[in-house]
C-alpha cells in the first residue's frame, strides 16, 4: 500500500489513539471492519446522481440493488413507509426535510441548544437559523427535562407551520406523542432528529417517533454504528418532496460508497446481537451516571434513559468544560465540553461535559467497568497533581488492553 507517507503517518497515530484512549463522546462510535471496508470500497468510483432505477448515468445497475435493499431495510427496522439513505450528513438530512416542506421565513418551534438542541435547530448562525423563523422551547429549571405545558403554550403563540423534536443534548426519554397532540392543534408538521438514539429506538430501547413524526431525521453513526451520513424517514406523503429535497434540492451525486456502509449498518442493526448491544448502552449508561454524581458531577436532569450524560463541573467542581475536556484528554478520556440548560458560559468555554457510553460499550465494556471509569474521571478532576494524573493514565491504559479494537487492521 502507497500512501502518502505524511497520510500514512497520522494514519497510524489515529489508531493507537483510537485503541489508547477511552471514547466517551456521545455522538461517536466504532464500527464494523467490514463497514470499513465498504466505506473505502470501488463503490466510491460510481457517480449515481438520482435514485435505483431513475439514475442520470448508465452504469448503476449493482449501485441500485445495494441502495434498493438498504431502503427496504431501513423501512422495514423503523416500520416506515419511506427510507432516503443519500444525505451526506445529519445537518443535510435537516436541511433537506426543511426544504421539502417549508418556505424561506416559516415558523418553527424546536429545543434551544444550551437545553439540549443542535445547531440546525435554529441557531443563528447556522442556515436553519438564518433561513426560517425559530422560536425555541427549552427545559424546566429545576428538573431540567422538558415541560410540555411550556412547549404548548409557545406553539399556541406562534403558530409554527413545523416543530421539530429530538436533541444533540438531552438524556430523558421524549414523549414523541405529546409532540403530535401539541403539533396537531395548530395544524403543525411533527420532523423528529432521531440522530443520536436511532440505534436504541430501532431495537425499542427508547420509544420511536415514526409513528406520530411527519419525517424522521438521523445520522447512520451514533447509535446506528454506521458509516458516517445521514438519512430520512417519512410518510409516503411526503416521500416525493424527500426525494426531491435530497436530489437535486440540495445534493448532486450520492455517496455510493457511504450507502454501503449505512446498509451494512443496518444488516448489523436487524439482528439479536444489537438488540442485546443497544439494550447494555442504556445498563452503561445508569450505572455511569449514578457513580458519576457520586464522584461529585452533577448530571442533567437527574440522571440518563438513553446512551448519554451531561453533567454539570461548575458547580461542585468550580471547573468549566474546556478544563475538565482537557484534563480527561490528558489521562486518555476523551469527552466534549458542552453547554448545560442556563449555561452562561460560552459556548467554547462551557460549564458541562458530555459523556456517552456507545463506542465503549461496542469495545465490551459492563457496568462495573463504567463505574471504574467514573472513579477515574472523579479522581482527574478533583485532583490535577501530576503524580495522582500519572497513576490514572496507567489505569486508563489499563483498561484499554483489557478491551482491544481493530487489532486486525495493519497500516
Do not use: W
Request: hydrophobic residues 35%; glycine residues 8%.
Amino acid at each position: 500500500m502507497n500512501i502518502n507517507k505524511k497520510i500514512l503517518d497520522s494514519l497510524k497515530k489515529e489508531l493507537h489513539r483510537q485503541q489508547n484512549h477511552i471514547e466517551l463522546i456521545a455522538s461517536e462510535n466504532y464500527v464494523s471492519e467490514e463497514i470499513l471496508a465498504l466505506s473505502g470500497s470501488i463503490l466510491t468510483n460510481k457517480y449515481a446522481e438520482g435514485y435505483p432505477g431513475k439514475r442520470y448515468y448508465g452504469g448503476c445497475l449493482y449501485i441500485d440493488e445495494i441502495e434498493t435493499f438498504g431502503i427496504e431495510l431501513a423501512k422495514k427496522i423503523f416500520k416506515a413507509d419511506h427510507a432516503n439513505l443519500q444525505p451526506h450528513s445529519g445537518s443535510q438530512a435537516n436541511e433537506a426535510a426543511y426544504r421539502a416542506v417549508l418556505q424561506s421565513g416559516d415558523k418553527i418551534v424546536s429545543m434551544s441548544l444550551d437545553a439540549g438542541g443542535h445547531l440546525t435547530h435554529g441557531y443563528p448562525i447556522n442556515f436553519s437559523g438564518n433561513t426560517y423563523n425559530f422560536k425555541f422551547y427549552g427545559v424546566d429549571s429545576i428538573t431540567e427535562m422538558i415541560d410540555y405545558e411550556e412547549v404548548e403554550r409557545i406553539v399556541l403563540e406562534f403558530k409554527p407551520k413545523l416543530i421539530v423534536a429530538g436533541a444533540s443534548s438531552y438524556s430523558k426519554i421524549i414523549d414523541f406523542k405529546k409532540f403530535k397532540e401539541i403539533a396537531d392543534k395548530v395544524g403543525a408538521l411533527l420532523m423528529v432528529d432521531m440522530a443520536h438514539i436511532a440505534g436504541l429506538i430501532a431495537k425499542g430501547v427508547h420509544p420511536s417517533p415514526v409513528e406520530y413524526a411527519d419525517i424522521v431525521t438521523t445520522t447512520t453513526h451514533k447509535t446506528l454504528r454506521g458509516a458516517r451520513g445521514g438519512m430520512i424517514l417519512c410518510k409516503k406523503e411526503f416521500a416525493k418532496k424527500i426525494d426531491s429535497a435530497v436530489f437535486p434540492g440540495t445534493q448532486g451525486g450520492p455517496l455510493e460508497n457511504q450507502i454501503a456502509g449505512k446498509v451494512q449498518a443496518l444488516c448489523e442493526v436487524d439482528t439479536k446481537e444489537f438488540e442485546i448491544y443497544a439494550k447494555q448502552i442504556v445498563k452503561n449508561a445508569k450505572a455511569f451516571s449514578e457513580q458519576l454524581q457520586k464522584e461529585g458531577l452533577r448530571p442533567i436532569a437527574g440522571g440518563t434513559d438513553n446512551h448519554l450524560i451531561n453533567l454539570d463541573v461548575k458547580t461542585n467542581l468550580n471547573l468549566t468544560g474546556k478544563q475538565a475536556e482537557i484534563i480527561l484528554e490528558s489521562i486518555g478520556i476523551v469527552t466534549n465540553k458542552n453547554m448545560i440548560p442556563n449555561d452562561k458560559e460560552k459556548p467554547m468555554i462551557t460549564s458541562g461535559i458530555r459523556v456517552g457510553t456507545p463506542a465503549m460499550t461496542t469495545r465490551g465494556m459492563k457496568e462495573d467497568d463504567f463505574i471504574e471509569v467514573a472513579k477515574i474521571i472523579g479522581s482527574a478532576l478533583k485532583n490535577q497533581s501530576s503524580e495522582n494524573l500519572d497513576q490514572l493514565k496507567i489505569r486508563v491504559n489499563q483498561i484499554c488492553q483489557k478491551f482491544p479494537i481493530y487489532n486486525n487492521i495493519k497500516y
